[in-house]
Every structure is written in structure tokens, then in C-alpha cells.
């Protein structure tokens, strides 16, 4: 509950119904010792005295309650001041600790890798984070790469079977760090292919994208907690997140980023990051697979890409726990 909210519930619930009391049983009491006054005095004029200093007792009741009254107020008013203080604070530490996460977060290399492959491809990266090279010298990373990285490890043929990189990676050509002056193409081509039937373990770039993405999700996955505890609000996260959200959910009729966002929502689902599934709800996006936005995405692939996002589904769930069914069988009669 923010302060604005507690203020008014103070005022609607507290101040004022406490106020309408406090005149009302005045009025009552105040009215019922004047008529006793009065018929008093028309009875026995010898008490016409008295009930002047009676009369003049009830003025001075009157202005002590007057002023129990406004201190009353004053009282209340300064709880709803320091109310509104205190959520004011609150609100400052927060910000202060969301700006904070968030400067951790976005000044990450990785993670900036991770922005820059969702923003566009094909387009040069420096996974390797590597100081050495030129920015035109960085490995091209296409949507087809991601796609083939973000592949669930279940799908390798059966002698990979693992996400995990290989012990020796210098003595595999395929896992080999790519030379700074090798061309991309030939592994370009290979990889727009899309020939993922075949693949028994992932190259190192392919490796080294998982590994990015991890990082990334990890990020998200921290900030979905934060919301779902309220310890931001969804309108603290817009400013920071919310681009790469649209960008990452937003509906695509190109083949291969429809392709790379059946593969990430699958890779999210089969790897349990559920704090960004509930982070991307908070706008207003179901990135679970099956879902409606997976399987919308799924329609605009291509023949071979459709039967990929279609084992993805698969995989999905089969690694969902059954629903409980309940026992709709008859009971037996111990009677019987």
C-alpha cells in the first residue's frame, strides 16, 4: 500500500468518522444539560444562579473539547505527514537500489553482447570479450547462429547429448576459438542451413552464446523475483527493460527472428527461468511453451524451421509435470 492510499484510507476511516462522533456526542450532550438547566430555573427561580455557573461550566467544556478537538486533528494530521515521509523514503531507496542493479546489469559485457545479438543480425560481437581485435575482426553472429545455440542439448544427436563445451577445445576444428583474420563464411554457410538433425555438439561460438545468453537471463530472472516481491513495481522496470521485453516478444513475420524467438522462449521454458516468464506476464506477454505467442511464431517458419520449433514444443512438454487427475473410479463397499 503506497502513502497516498494509506493517507485516504486514514482520512475515510479514522479522521473523519472520528470527528462526526465527536460533534455528534457533543451536540447530544450539550443540548440534553441546557434543557435540564432550563427547566430547573423555570421551577425554582432561587437556582437561576446556579444554573448560570453551570451554564458558564458547559462554555468551558465546550472550548476543552474544541481544543481536544483541533489537537485531535493536528495529531492525525501529523501521522498522515509522517506517513507520506516515510513512503517517500522508502520510494528513494528504491530507486536508489533499482538504478544501482540496473547499472550492474547493463554495464556487463555479456549482457551487452546479449543486447546487441537481440537488437539485429547479422551483426559483429566480440563474445570472446577479446581486447585484441578490431571491431571489424569480432565473429559475425546471425539469427541462425543463435538459433542453432539456443537449441535445447536433448536435441543433439545421440553421440553429443550435452550442453557442456568440449574438455579440449584446441583439438576439435569445429570448437576452435575462430582466428581473429579467418573468414565467417564458411561457417556462415553452414549455419543458415539450419541443419540441426545432425548436430551432435555445439561449436565454441555456439557455446560461448549459451553462456551469454545464461548471463542475461540470470538478469531478468533477479528482476522478476524483485517484482514478484514487491519490491519494485512493473512501472520502475519500463525505463530499463522494457525495450528489449517488446523486442524480444513483439510478434515477427521474418522467418528466422520468428525461428530464434521459438528457440529463446523454448530455451527459457526447458531451462526453468520462470522469474522471466512471470517478468514478461507483468507485461502482458505468455513466453511459455506451448503458448499462444509461441505457436503464432511457430506458424511463420519455414518447413524445416516449423519441425524445429515443433520438437522444441515437444520438449517442453515432456519435461512439464502431469496435472493430477482426480479418481474418478468407484469405490468399494466394504459391505459387499
Not at 553482447?113 to 581486447?131: C, E, G, H, K, Y
Not at 526453468?272 to 511457430?298: C, H, M, S, W
Amino acid at each position: 500500500m503506497n502513502a497516498k492510499r494509506l493517507c485516504r484510507h486514514i482520512r475515510v476511516y479514522f479522521w473523519w468518522p472520528t470527528i462526526a462522533i465527536t460533534l455528534f456526542a457533543a451536540e447530544i450532550s450539550f443540548s440534553g444539560e441546557t434543557a435540564v438547566l432550563s427547566a430547573a430555573g423555570a421551577a425554582n427561580p432561587k437556582s437561576e444562579s446556579e444554573s448560570a455557573l453551570k451554564a458558564q461550566e458547559m462554555e468551558l467544556k465546550k472550548v476543552e473539547l474544541v481544543l481536544t478537538f483541533l489537537g485531535s486533528l493536528v495529531t492525525i494530521g501529523t501521522l498522515m505527514f509522517g506517513v507520506r515521509q516515510y513512503f517517500k523514503a522508502e520510494q528513494w531507496k528504491r530507486t536508489e537500489f533499482l538504478a544501482k542493479e540496473m547499472k550492474d546489469f547493463a554495464s556487463d559485457p555479456i549482457v551487452q553482447n546479449v543486447q546487441a545479438m537481440i537488437d539485429w543480425s547479422p551483426r559483429r560481437v566480440n563474445l570472446f570479450l577479446r581486447t585484441d581485435l578490431k571491431r571489424h575482426e569480432w565473429p559475425v553472429v546471425t539469427r541462425a547462429l543463435q538459433v542453432t545455440a539456443l537449441l535445447p542439448h536433448t536435441l543433439l544427436a545421440k553421440e553429443g547429448g550435452s550442453d557442456e563445451e568440449a574438455s579440449d577445445p584446441a583439438s576439435d576444428p569445429e570448437r576452435r576459438e575462430p582466428s581473429p583474420t579467418a573468414s565467417d563464411d564458411a561457417d556462415d554457410k553452414r549455419i543458415e542451413s539450419l541443419d540441426w538433425r545432425c548436430k551432435a555438439k555445439f561449436s565454441l561460438r555456439e557455446a560461448r552464446i549459451r553462456d551469454c545468453y545464461d548471463r542475461f537471463l540470470d538478469g531478468l530472472e533477479r528482476f522478476g523475483g524483485y517484482l514478484a516481491s514487491d519490491l519494485v513495481k512493473r512501472q520502475d522496470l519500463d525505463a530499463y527493460l522494457k525495450y528489449w521485453i517488446d523486442d524480444i516478444a513483439d510478434f515477427t513475420k521474418n522467418r528466422d527472428d520468428a525461428a530464434w524467438t521459438c528457440l529463446l522462449f523454448g530455451y527459457i521454458d526447458i531451462y526453468g527461468f520462470t522469474g522471466v516468464q512471470k517478468l514478461f506476464d507483468a507485461y502482458n506477454y505468455d513466453i511459455r511453451v506451448p503458448g499462444p505467442l509461441f505457436d503464432e511464431q511457430a506458424k511463420m517458419i519455414a518447413e524445416t524451421g516449423h519441425e524445429l520449433a515443433a520438437r522444441v514444443r515437444a520438449e517442453c512438454v515432456k519435461r512439464k509435470p502431469a496435472p493430477k487427475r482426480a479418481n474418478h473410479g468407484a469405490q468399494e463397499n466394504p459391505t459387499e
